[in-house]
């Protein structure tokens, strides 16, 4: 028995390597470097597999990491809308808007929110035509002391809730324009808002 031989007789592996490749297994070195790059080989193919399987799965993970929860458009679970009374009034008489907040979530969520009056709720800017944003009415104080209660509204998916404000009282609307406005109200746990439409309104002399 030659030494190469008695090797591959230790070692089955190489037995197979002789029987397959004849004259490699003279040679002990030949043999044990054919199996060396056998094993590199295979785990080549093993760094392959691992990485097609996780070029599959990475996008698919990383779309539903990114992808907002169902039914809820937008940064929040809540819409707003508003709207107003008369799209056009004269000077000095009374303009109401009306505003909707909408769950357009399946779960129900709480707020606390002023009874009623819908300016403490919302942050509303109106700007005329020029664009310059227009500054409150001095009736604004009286309405600001008036809020004093408030209350936990919860909303169900899909039930809304609607509150108004005097847009003659709140704003100083003395100057006939066309007035553009919307409203506002900040989510509780981030900093972003949801904005409502806006809506366009003319004051007549």
């Known amino acids: 028995m030659t030494p190469s031989q008695g090797n591959a007789a230790r070692r089955p592996h190489l037995a197979v390597i002789c029987r397959l490749f004849g004259e490699q297994c003279v040679n002990w070195k030949h043999a044990s470097e054919f199996a060396r790059k056998r094993r590199t080989m295979k785990h080549s193919v093993y760094l392959f597999a691992i990485g097609v399987i996780l070029a599959a799965t990475l996008p698919s993970w990383s779309q539903s990491e990114s992808s907002p929860p169902p039914n809820k458009p937008g940064p929040g679970p809540f819409s707003i809308r508003i709207s107003v009374d008369h799209d ?62 408030s209350r936990r509204y919860c909303l169900r998916g899909g039930a809304s809730l609607s509150q108004t404000m005097r847009l003659d009282e709140l704003f100083d609307l003395a100057t006939p324009d066309a007035y553009r406005i919307q409203v506002s109200r900040p989510l509780t746990r981030s900093g972003d808002k949801v904005f409502s439409n806006r809506l366009t309104f003319t004051i007549t002399p």
């Open 88 to 149: 056009e009034a004269k000077v000095g008489s009374e303009l109401t808007l009306t505003v909707s907040m909408a769950n357009v979530d399946s779960e129900e969520h709480c707020y606390v929110m002023v009874r009623g009056y819908a300016y403490h709720n919302f942050s509303a800017i109106v700007s005329g035509s020029s664009g310059i944003q227009v500054g409150p009415s001095p009736k604004i104080d009286r309405r600001a002391k008036e809020a004093t209660s």
